[in-house]
Each structure stands twice: as structure tokens, then as C-alpha cells.
T-cell receptor
């Protein structure tokens, strides 16, 4: 089946620890995105990549880092510099216009 | 600054009626607008895309209108069903082109029996 997978579904970390969220797609899409969603809010763009080995900051990139070494993979690292990391993180990919989303990872920092 | 507004209050309607959701935007000239459905704890799912030169788009029980003068899109679900209950997000293409999207906060729809 084609799609986007994110793992894990739930993630707990202690304050001050870096954590990496996984995102893999087998749709052969060029572009991939990371969003953050807080309760009652829309999706806010963290980083996006339109091609392998290239990525750009979105609207709220501070405290996050990404890499795009393979077309299928776009991992997101939440660093200790992110002041309020507890949120629902969504990864998406697209070929042209519509975006396909993964199931999300809910990160809780204790 | 660019702003996208969707009704923050939940919309409650009876089964069989038409649900109408609104998306307004300011300081924006999007090339296209998209609507997504999101169920609790899950990723959004694409529903419809409408381009700036299109007035209306339909897909089964769904209809979207796009008025670039009013800077507004309306999303209609006809013959609504309880299974249509979800949060609906509108998203606008980036001002600089490409496929970057900016999302509204979403409107929760509840369809009651």
C-alpha cells in the first residue's frame, strides 16, 4: 500500500532531551513537509523540502532541525531549544498540489 | 499580515440538511484553495481543490465556491450524515507559488440524527 508512515504514534521525553520523529513515504513524492498542531489551532509549517538534499524553514522553525538525504525520508528533530515542544506533529508529502498526511506523532515533554 | 479565518465555533446541523462552512482570508492572493477533513487524532485528508480562476467545484455531495473579490470560500456538504462529523480545514497556496500551504484553524461540524 502506498502512503506515509510516522513513528512512533506517541512519544514521551524529558525536558532538555532532543528527540527525532520519523516520516517515511513510498508515494514517490518530491516534496515533504512537517507541521505542528496545537489544541484548537490549525497546522503551522515547521520545515519543508521540495527535493532531496534541500529544505527550507517554515513559519516556526526555531528549535527544530531536519534532513532530507533520501527521497522517501524526512526526519524531524525537536531540540532542547524548542521552548514548548508538546504538540501533535504531522508529516505530509505532495507531488503537485494536494498534500497527503501521515497519522501523526503526539509528543509529550515531561 | 496574511490571515485565514474559519468559524471557531462548532457547527451543529441535522442529518439530511446542507452544511455550509466559511473560509475568509485577508492580505492574500492565493493561486488555489484546498479543503481538508480531519478526524480527532488523525492526519487531515484532502477533499477538494479550487483554483483562482474557478468559481465552483463539485465532488459527489461536496461543493466549493471561491470568490476572489470577497476573499472567501464556501464549503457545502449536501444531505449531511453523522459520518460527516469532523473538523474541516481550508488551506491556501503560498503567495510565492509552489505547493506550500497555509492552513486555517478549522471548523468542527457535528451532524446529529
Amino acid at each position: 500500500d502506498g502512503g506515509i508512515t510516522q513513528s512512533p504514534k506517541y512519544l514521551f521525553r524529558k525536558e532538555g532531551q532532543n528527540v527525532t520523529l520519523s516520516c517515511e513515504q513510498n508515494l514517490n513524492h518530491d516534496a515533504m513537509y512537517w507541521y505542528r498542531q496545537d489544541p484548537g489551532q490549525g497546522l503551522r509549517l515547521i520545515y519543508y523540502s521540495q527535493i532531496v538534499n534541500d529544505f527550507q524553514k517554515g513559519d516556526i522553525a526555531e528549535g527544530y532541525s531536519v534532513s532530507r538525504e533520501k527521497k522517501e525520508s524526512f526526519p524531524l528533530t525537536v531540540t532542547s531549544a524548542q521552548k514548548n515542544p508538546t504538540a501533535f506533529y504531522l508529516c505530509a508529502s505532495s507531488m503537485i498540489d494536494e498534500q497527503f498526511f501521515g497519522p501523526g506523532t503526539r509528543l509529550t515533554v515531561l | 499580515s496574511q490571515k485565514i479565518e474559519q468559524n471557531s465555533e462548532a457547527l451543529n446541523i441535522q442529518e439530511g440538511k446542507t452544511a455550509t462552512l466559511t473560509c475568509n482570508y485577508t492580505n492574500y492572493s492565493p493561486a488555489y484553495l484546498q479543503w481538508y477533513r480531519q478526524d480527532p487524532g488523525r492526519g487531515p485528508v484532502f477533499l477538494l481543490l479550487i483554483r483562482e480562476n474557478e468559481k465552483e467545484k463539485r465532488k459527489e455531495r461536496l461543493k466549493v465556491t471561491f470568490d476572489t473579490t470577497l476573499k472567501q470560500s464556501l464549503f457545502h456538504i449536501t444531505a449531511s450524515q453523522p459520518a460527516d462529523s469532523a473538523t474541516y480545514l481550508c488551506a491556501l497556496s503560498g503567495a510565492g507559488g509552489g505547493n506550500k500551504l497555509t492552513f486555517g484553524t478549522g471548523t468542527q461540524l457535528k451532524v446529529e440524527l
